[in-house]
């Protein structure tokens, strides 16, 4: 391989290819190449780097009035621009391109998105994804739980990256921020297969037994609420003292009604509330929007 075809830049120590050398080597007449450092005015022996700094518009223009005053060919032109291309790629400082502009960085490559359902984190009944959140994300939502209440998340009641996504997707569609107790709750579906109890429930204007799949009484509820709680603050949907309000209600039924035989009653209410008065406001809401 000839010194003209090697554009890589020599090793340390090596002995620097010269403009005389790259000619012969690109087959260039004596004649053409002389007039072409004459035009340029450099030394074809020791001027290889300073020709590889002369702006390509003038050597565009060296080669314009070659062309007149010699009539040199089409082939002959393409000859000595490829001699410069390969002197501005043997003196180019690394991370630049040939003609001594930086190279233009590659476009990164985009990160496949991880996605997950919300039937299985958030609400069995909806069917759509939604995206994992990444470690930056999980940390401005930390951020955003502080500057709200003043202190991170307490301890056992930390809402998981796949929860905290779910909802947001969730809200994102203008749906009500409906969350299944049955697979919302501490450390997600761990403990979602251990929440089947027997309640009490009205049937036609009668209390019958029935298999319920949730929080079995009102301390297994208040876990799930913390955590619903605690995500809805830190993706700011509601405020502390909102949801601090719908659970004080929920705390009223249960002082009310202390009996395990009424709990299958008011998590049933509960139930409704959430998921189908929420979704009639939400609603409501979307239409005050238009």
Same mark, same amino acid.
């Given at each position: 391989?000839?010194?003209?075809?090697?554009?890589?830049?020599?090793?340390?120590?090596?002995?620097?290819? @010269?403009?005389?050398?790259?000619?012969?080597?690109?087959? /260039?007449?004596?004649?053409?190449?002389?007039?072409?450092?004459?035009?340029?005015?450099?030394?074809?022996?020791?001027?290889?780097? /300073?020709?590889?700094? /002369?702006?390509?518009?003038?050597?565009?223009?060296?080669?314009?009035?070659?062309?007149?005053?010699?009539?040199?060919? #089409?082939?002959?032109?393409?000859?000595? @621009?490829?001699?410069?291309?390969?002197?501005?790629?043997?003196?180019?400082?690394?991370?630049?391109?040939?003609?001594?502009? #930086?190279? #233009?960085?590659?476009?990164?490559?985009?990160?496949?998105?991880?996605?997950?359902?919300?039937?299985?984190?958030?609400?069995?009944?909806?069917?759509?994804?939604?995206?994992?959140?990444?470690?930056?994300?999980?940390?401005?939502?930390?951020?955003?739980?502080?500057?709200?209440?003043?202190?991170?998340? #307490?301890?056992?009641?930390?809402? @998981?990256?796949?929860?905290?996504?779910?909802?947001?997707?969730?809200?994102?569609?203008?749906?009500?921020?409906?969350?299944?107790?049955?697979?919302f709750c501490p450390y997600g579906r761990r403990l979602a297969r251990h929440r089947l109890f027997e309640a009490q429930v009205y049937v036609d204007g009668e209390l019958k037994s029935k298999k319920y799949v949730g929080p079995e009484d009102f301390q297994a509820w208040n876990s799930c609420w913390d955590i619903f709680a605690n995500a809805m603050i830190a993706i700011r949907a509601a405020s502390p003292a909102t949801l601090d309000a719908?659970?004080?209600?929920?705390?009223?039924?249960?002082?009310?009604?202390?009996?395990?035989?009424?709990?299958?009653?008011?998590?049933?209410?509960?139930?409704? /509330?959430?998921?189908?008065?929420?979704?009639?406001?939400?609603?409501?809401?979307?239409?005050?929007?238009?």
């Amino acid at each position: 391989m000839s010194a003209f075809d090697d554009a890589t830049l020599p090793l340390e120590g090596a002995i620097m290819p @010269t403009l005389a050398g790259l000619a012969k080597d690109g087959g /260039i007449p004596d004649e053409v190449a002389t007039a072409l450092w004459l035009n340029l005015d450099v030394d074809s022996l020791n001027d290889l780097e /300073i020709a590889a700094a /002369i702006p390509k518009n003038l050597v565009d223009e060296a080669f314009t009035e070659l062309r007149e005053e010699l009539g040199l060919s #089409p082939s002959a032109v393409g000859r000595l @621009t490829l001699l410069f291309t390969k002197v501005r790629a043997m003196c180019a400082p690394a991370g630049s391109s040939g003609d001594g502009q #930086p190279r #233009p960085k590659a476009a990164p490559k985009e990160r496949a998105v991880r996605k997950g359902n919300i039937s299985a984190v958030l609400d069995q009944g909806d069917n759509e994804q939604f995206e994992h959140l990444d470690v930056a994300k999980q940390a401005a939502l930390a951020d955003q739980f502080y500057a709200t209440t003043g202190g991170p998340f #307490p301890r056992d009641k930390v809402p @998981t990256p796949e929860q905290l996504g779910a909802l947001i997707a969730k809200m994102a569609k203008d749906d009500a921020p409906y969350a299944d107790f049955a697979i919302f709750c501490p450390y997600g579906r761990r403990l979602a297969r251990h929440r089947l109890f027997e309640a009490q429930v009205y049937v036609d204007g009668e209390l019958k037994s029935k298999k319920y799949v949730g929080p079995e009484d009102f301390q297994a509820w208040n876990s799930c609420w913390d955590i619903f709680a605690n995500a809805m603050i830190a993706i700011r949907a509601a405020s502390p003292a909102t949801l601090d309000a719908y659970r004080r209600g929920m705390m009223d039924l249960v002082e009310q009604y202390p009996g395990k035989e009424y709990w299958g009653v008011i998590y049933g209410a509960d139930e409704t /509330i959430r998921s189908e008065v929420w979704a009639i406001i939400a609603q409501k809401l979307r239409y005050d929007k238009q």
